[in-house]
């Protein structure tokens, strides 16, 4: 029995079809990069490095996956900003937010238990076991978590993002983007983030509940009283 051949899609013949075509695409273009114009332009003047950044008392670090249980390199770079900053005196407390969705899978307690390696005191750091995207960690150190100023720690691919979605949940916040190598992983986190933008534009103009939210948390405030 002789399979049906698949109709190749024609291009258009004529010049007014193919100017059609080629607007269809320009505007294609520009839809798709507007939400990362977008990210740009409410950042340019929230971005800090580890040397300049004001002292703020909670820090916010995203997680990053987990190598074996471990903090992947992407994620003990941001770990490491997160440490410099505490023992520089610019932060007081570290909210580490991450998944753990899974028993097996503990992004937090992992992050916890570097940071303290790394010479943060236990009780200055604090879970939140529900960061499930940028948006879930930033409504959540919002609403759950009582912050309303905080820095926030990720890599430079996505500092830009995470800042905009706390700005619009509510957090002041200033960005520390770490440096990585160009590797394929960087590569990659970069290309995503065009889709990303995309996505954090719909949640800044939806403002979705996270996925869990919970009853609200005194750990912040509760280290943040033990620092003083």
């Not at 076991?129 to 009582?146: E, L, M, P």
Request: net charge neutral; glycine share 10%.
């Amino acid at each position: 029995m002789r399979r049906p051949r698949l109709r190749r899609p024609r291009l258009p013949r004529t010049r007014k079809g193919q100017r059609r075509l080629l607007w269809a695409v320009v505007a294609g273009c520009v839809l798709a990069l507007l939400p990362a114009a977008w990210l740009r332009l409410v950042t340019d003047d929230r971005l800090r490095t580890v040397a300049d950044v004001p002292h703020t008392e909670v820090a916010v670090v995203f997680g990053a996956g987990l190598w074996d249980g471990e903090p992947s390199p992407y994620l003990a770079h941001r770990l490491d900003a997160a440490a410099e900053l505490y023992r520089a005196g610019r932060i007081e407390v570290v909210l580490v937010t991450g998944d753990n969705s899974r028993e097996e899978y503990d992004e937090p307690d992992a992050m916890r238990a570097y940071l303290v390696r790394h010479g943060v005191p236990d009780g200055r750091i604090v879970g939140d076991y529900a960061g499930f995207d940028t948006w879930d960690s930033c409504v959540r150190a919002k609403k759950i978590f009582g912050v309303d100023r905080a820095v926030l720690i990720s890599q430079g691919f996505h500092i830009r993002r995470a800042v905009a979605l706390c700005q619009e949940a509510g957090v002041v916040s200033y960005g520390v983007g770490v440096d990585d190598e160009h590797d394929v992983t960087w590569y990659y986190g970069s290309a995503r983030e065009v889709l990303a933008a995309g996505k954090a534009a719909l949640d800044a103009v939806f403002e979705p509940d996270p996925h869990f939210l919970g009853p609200r948390e005194p750990g912040v405030s509760r280290a943040l009283a033990g620092a003083r």
